[in-house]
């Protein structure tokens, strides 16, 4: 797929065909939402790639990761060394690829996750960097969807130990997860709701507690946990009559959780933060600027200490940034380059150093978090 122009269009278009039933839901998966908002550049920021980012992940403020996807469907990959961003050689299998998330344990382990085409079926894409290189490795692609499998989201809490969201692609969607065991990828049995589900993001604590969020064919959160022994749906609050999606975790500790995302249909479009106190999920007051804010990445350096990032849109469509200080989620001032700026993911590694990513007006999008403000 391509850029047009109108990334957000792609979005609310998805929550049309969500809402519509599972024959909708297998052709909106959050990884082809993804895909449909890189490509086309459209305009251009200095020092750029164009193409879009959809993951970030650090692991110190000299090393982070971004990834997407390039407007010649090719993979995109981003370093950070401490003092700039370069592109990095990637893996681009044929068949348009794209790279939905990122995460990193050291400098010398990451995974990007992401899909490929294979003539109309969707296949996996994992890359994994091993300190000197990307390269693909070996990841099933589940049966159960007659277009293939795309993932969405990756986290890792070691070098042998780490987790791949996704869903398979039509007739039903069911939701997928993949666990590497520091040997191979292999696919785990997770729960999928009466109708179809889909995963989006992934969050882990370590080797016996992780989260996967994303939503139901009726349109209502879904959440997903890793007790040790097996993935457990767990109940989580879905407002109102409207559709209500969630696109991405973030986990401090198994007492400490955020999921975010949006509201839509029979009410206007809202953000959606939900938070996990250790023993249930609750909505929290989360602000909704604009006609229809939509939170897609969230990232959590302590209790006292989180992002959560999107886009909003009026007359033209602006990045949204929200922080949560340990009392309250408030809206921050955040750079958006006219006409249209998104961000799609977010990291921190302390209070004074932060990343998110996303896409402006056919180019990549990086701002940077320094103590004081995004820039």
């Not at 042998?160 to 039509?170: F, I, K, L, Y």
């Not at 993001?201 to 022994?229: F, M």
């Not at 380059?337 to 590694?349: D, E, R, S």
Request: proline share 8%; with cysteine.
């Amino acid at each position: 797929m391509r850029y047009e122009g109108a990334a957000r269009s792609a979005r609310l278009g998805a929550i049309t065909l969500l809402l519509a039933g599972s024959a909708g839901i297998c052709a909106a998966t959050p990884a082809t939402a993804a895909r449909a908002r890189l490509g086309l550049a459209v305009g251009a920021v200095p020092g750029s790639v164009s193409g879009g980012l959809t993951g970030v992940a650090t692991t110190s403020a000299r090393n982070a990761w971004a990834v997407g996807g390039t407007s010649r469907g090719k993979t995109l990959i981003l370093r950070w060394n401490g003092t700039m961003w370069r592109q990095v050689p990637s893996p681009s299998p044929p068949g348009n690829p794209a790279l939905s998330g990122v995460a990193a344990t050291s400098a010398g382990n990451a995974w990007a996750v992401g899909s490929y085409q294979s003539g109309i079926v969707f296949k996996t894409l994992i890359l994994r960097w091993n300190g000197t290189a990307w390269k693909q490795v070996p990841s099933p692609t589940p049966a159960g969807g007659v277009q293939g499998t795309e993932l969405s989201g990756v986290a890792a809490v070691s070098s042998r130990n780490a987790w791949a969201v996704g869903s398979t692609v039509a007739p039903a969607p069911k939701t997928v997860i993949l666990h590497w065991n520091g040997t191979r990828w292999q696919r785990v049995p997770s729960p999928t709701p009466a109708g179809g589900g889909l995963l989006a993001g992934v969050a882990a604590t370590s080797a016996h507690d992780a989260w996967a969020v994303g939503v139901t064919a009726a349109g209502k959160t879904l959440i997903l946990r890793w007790n040790g022994a097996a993935w457990q749906r767990v109940p989580s609050p879905s407002p109102g009559p409207a559709f209500a999606q969630l696109t991405g975790v973030a986990a401090v500790s198994a007492r400490d959780a955020w999921a975010v995302g949006f509201t839509s249909g029979h009410e206007p479009i809202g953000t959606v933060i939900l938070h996990w106190n250790g023993t249930r999920w609750r909505r929290v007051p989360s602000p909704s600027p604009a006609a229809h804010p939509l939170l897609e990445g969230v990232a959590a350096v302590s209790a006292r200490d989180a992002w959560a990032v999107g886009d909003d849109a009026s007359s033209t469509i602006n990045t949204l940034i929200l922080r949560w200080n340990g009392t309250a989620w408030k809206q921050v001032p955040s750079p958006s380059p006219p006409p249209i700026a998104q961000l799609f993911g977010v990291a921190a590694v302390s209070a004074t150093r932060a990343w998110a990513v996303g896409f402006t007006n056919g180019r990549t999008l990086i701002t940077t978090w320094n103590g004081t403000h995004w820039k």
